[in-house]
């Protein structure tokens, strides 16, 4: 960023399934000096962003009950900002295991958007299988499954907080090319001319996570020589990127299923960035996509 280039505007749009924690996200983001405003038509956000705002961030909540809302003008509205030259925007998606919500809900006695009478869990699996697409364009993703209220807190201002705006937030995702490239990466690697573990009978059904299948891609010559070059380059480029006032950087590694090689390489780069302090969102899209469709089934 040069001397004469504005600051981008920061604008984080918020959704996730509801009971996922969303709202409290929201409250959070609120806190830490973003103007926060939920359930807002998608069609006023262009005129609400010309408003003047001294450059004040902006988060801004949609889900299921927004009055415009759909797939369709969710992912238009993200592009549309995207390219709007002076903003920054991000897609923070909230997320949760399909047994934590039902338990949630059966907790609180609330009844789910989605669900006819007092029966929630057809609701909130609808609700996973509509906003699979828009979870897949997600630049962070927090699953809460495991979270209680301040644990939350915590992962959000880790993200979005202004003492923590100097710290350069990386996403590093592994993807099938099948399905074609992600949303808005900064950086892809492809994985595909290491050997294939699919193609060993006992290997096929694991994934990229599994230390049998790290230990087999690590077999091949080739590994050793690829790590330490995407090594040295991410490490070399975090720093300038820095520098340049980009806030979160996206990293994809590639293959052809997207369930082995690419999953072992993110995996071995997220360890790293980790261990050199930087703040990792790690996905597996391929990976997350099977495990969506198994709990809807």
């Known amino acids: 960023m040069t001397q004469f280039d504005p600051i981008p505007r920061r604008v984080v749009l918020v959704t996730g399934p509801s009971g996922a ?102 609701g909130i699996v609808s609700e996973l299988e509509i906003l699979g697409p828009i979870r897949e364009m997600a630049d962070v993703l927090i699953d809460t499954s495991d979270l209680n209220v301040h644990e939350l807190r915590s992962e959000v201002e880790s993200w979005f907080a202004k003492e923590s705006d100097h710290r350069l937030s990386v996403s590093v995702q592994s993807f099938s090319y099948k399905r074609g490239l992600p949303r808005s990466v900064d950086m892809v690697f492809d994985c595909r001319f290491l050997n294939n573990p699919y193609w060993e009978p006992g290997l096929r059904a694991h994934t990229g996570k599994d230390q049998d299948v790290a230990d087999y891609i690590a077999q091949d010559p080739r590994f050793g020589t690829f790590c330490e070059k995407v090594e040295d380059l991410v490490l070399w480029l975090l720093p300038a990127h820095l520098d340049e006032g980009k806030s979160h950087l996206s990293i994809a590694f590639g293959c052809t299923g997207g369930q082995h090689r690419s999953v072992a390489m993110a995996e071995c780069l997220a360890q790293i960035l980790t261990s050199e302090g930087w703040q990792i969102s790690l996905r597996h899209r391929e990976l997350d996509r099977r495990r969506r469709d198994e709990a809807v089934k």
Do not use: Y
């Not at 409290?24 to 956000?45: C, Q």
């Open 21 to 122: 924690g969303r709202s409290s996200a929201i409250k959070v983001l609120e806190d830490v000096g973003f103007e926060a405003i939920d359930n807002m038509p998608l069609r006023l956000i262009p005129a609400l962003l010309e408003e003047p705002s001294g450059g004040k961030p902006m988060a801004l909540g949609i889900d299921l009950r927004t009055r415009d809302f759909s797939v369709a003008a969710v992912l238009e509205a993200l592009g549309q900002l995207t390219q709007k030259p002076g903003f920054s925007t991000e897609l923070l998606f909230l997320d949760c295991a399909t047994d934590v919500l039902l338990r949630r809900f059966s907790e609180t006695r609330r009844r789910h958007p989605l669900a006819k009478g007092d029966r929630p869990a057809a």
